[in-house]
């Protein structure tokens, strides 16, 4: 795929949007059952847009990043991204921020940020420490570079996975509960730093997430799933203008969003259990 | 240094009041070194047995390396491998011996496959260990970036193998010693286990120590290298 053309001169990559067209998907046990988890999802993320996807404990969240990511054809139904099959997408157009840092120990922090476009094979194949400097200053860690991850917090921790994925340039970013592990403060922290992070890079973001404050705060639209097996019970667009401080979260029209998505999932869970609030 | 000084002296004492020869003081012993090193007997069976030690390790140690992350990787190669494995693990590889003579002949290709025989099994087993232990989440973030299998090997399983592939050279060599001098000493009458078979032959037991003593001085310092080499290596890696 021709990678010139896609990505300007500051360096940002063009956006692209995705779609999910009843999408029908699971997983096949070893003795070859077939269990439903996705049973027809209708999902478009426009370009550049933030979206969050919210939903009851073992809704298929899981699945449904697989099927973004192209780990993973689904049975029926289509996954585009930027107009094209998920499974087709050359590596590094989209990359994802996992829930668990994932950074190789043994690893200098700059050598873990090349280390997906490494895999990608994307930009220089190995990418130097003057490259990975400019992108290290903006998540917070211009001094960190040459540390090593048993060397840094949680939340730099979680910075420096965030680096890996802005550095192969992706168009989408796939975010997995990244700032589960994290202690409530620094959560909250992370989540302004993403937003201010985002705003640089204008990426297409899908965000899985349990927290409806996180997702509102961070989103655009809010994607409701139902239990399984999983439909879209709805979407809920979130109005607030942008930049977003964190003190939003202490207004009364954040806290009414707040409400009726609550209420939304409430419903679309069928009882209450296993959401967090 | 202490041990070594009493073991010195006691071995002084006793042998001086046996006065036996086939019990040799350290005085005859040192005298026995420095013949032979001077009339080179003693240099060129070393050479001899470590010629085709390290051949054996040049084939044995990359082999078992190789198929140790294949068989940690991939199950079906693991399901293909573990029987025979398991079995070179038991069954005394001495008992081997006879037949790669037969198969190989008396020259330097069957004291090689010994030695192949001895460290390929503990360099796999504990290869493959290794590879075990590679986190499952650090694999599917690689796959998400598209690694390749020959890059998730390169950066993921190497590294973390690393450890229990160094582990298993230390044994590996060991045993590569071992085999090395058990075909000397029983079939192939050359290197320093022919060396010691000769001398025990003449009944000069002073040359017997003194190989044994060289034996036990070459495991040591090739283990030791090992050791400061995983170090070095480990540092670097910043582990």
Not at chain 2, 77 to 90: G, T
Request: aromatic content about 6%; some cysteine; charged content about 20%.
């Amino acid at each position: 795929m021709a990678r010139s053309g896609s990505t300007t001169e500051a360096g940002v990559a063009q956006s692209i949007g995705l779609t999910l067209r009843g999408v029908r998907h699971g997983y096949e046990s070893r003795d070859g059952d077939r269990s439903l988890v996705l049973d027809g999802l209708d999902i478009t993320v426009e370009p550049g847009e933030f979206v969050s996807v919210v939903g009851p404990s073992g809704c298929g969240k899981t699945t449904l990043l697989k099927a973004l990511q192209g780990l993973s054809r689904p049975w029926e139904g289509e996954v585009l991204v930027g107009g094209q099959p998920a499974w087709k997408v050359a590596p590094g157009r989209v990359a994802t921020v996992f829930q668990s840092d994932c950074l190789l120990p043994w690893r200098r922090i700059w050598r873990n940020v090349v280390y997906g476009a490494e895999m990608a094979q994307r930009r220089s194949h190995r990418g130097r420490k003057a490259d990975v400097q400019t992108l290290l200053e903006q998540v917070g860690l211009g001094e960190s570079a040459d540390q090593f991850p048993s060397q840094l917090s949680g939340g730099m921790r979680q910075r420096v996975n965030l680096a890996r994925a802005l550095y192969v340039e992706p168009s989408v970013m796939l975010m997995d509960e990244p700032f589960a592990a994290l202690d409530g403060q620094t959560q909250e922290i992370m989540q302004a730093e993403l937003l201010r992070i985002w705003a640089l890079h204008e990426r297409t973001v899908v965000f899985v997430t349990h927290r409806l404050d996180e997702a509102i705060y961070l989103s655009d639209r809010v994607v409701i799933l139902t239990q399984r097996p999983t439909r879209v019970h709805s979407v809920v667009d979130v109005p607030f203008d942008r930049p977003r401080p964190l003190d939003i979260k202490r207004t009364p029209a954040f806290n009414e969003l707040l409400d009726d998505v609550w209420g939304r999932l409430r419903e679309a869970a069928g009882s209450p259990a296993g959401i967090a609030r | 240094m202490l041990v070594l000084t009493g073991l010195m002296v006691a071995w002084h004492l006793v042998t001086t009041s046996m006065n036996d020869p086939m019990f040799p003081t350290p005085e005859r012993v040192w005298q026995s070194f420095t013949r032979t090193w001077n009339d080179g007997s003693l240099m060129e069976a070393f050479r001899d047995s470590n010629s085709a030690l390290l051949t054996g390790l040049a084939l044995g140690v990359p082999g078992g390396i190789v198929l140790g992350m294949l068989s940690g990787y991939f199950r079906i190669v693991d399901r293909i491998l573990a029987p025979y494995v398991n079995m070179m693990l038991v069954v005394p590889m001495v008992a081997l011996v006879p037949i790669l003579i037969i198969v190989f002949g008396l020259g330097t290709s069957a004291r090689v496959a010994v030695i192949v025989l001895f460290v390929l099994p503990d360099v796999l087993v504990n290869t493959r260990g290794g590879v075990r232990l590679t986190d499952r989440q650090l694999l599917m973030m690689a796959r998400s970036y598209g690694g390749s299998t020959l890059g998730v090997f390169r950066t993921l399983l190497l590294p973390t193998a690393f450890p229990s592939v160094m582990t298993g050279l230390r044994i590996g060599i060991g045993r590569g010693i071992t085999g090395m001098i058990v075909v000397e000493l029983t079939l192939v009458a050359s290197g320093m286990g022919g060396f010691i078979m000769e001398a025990l032959g003449r009944f000069r037991a002073g040359h017997m120590i003194v190989m044994i003593l060289l034996i036990g001085l070459e495991a040591v310092v090739l283990t030791t290298l090992c050791v400061l080499a995983e170090r070095r290596v480990l540092r670097r890696m910043g582990a």
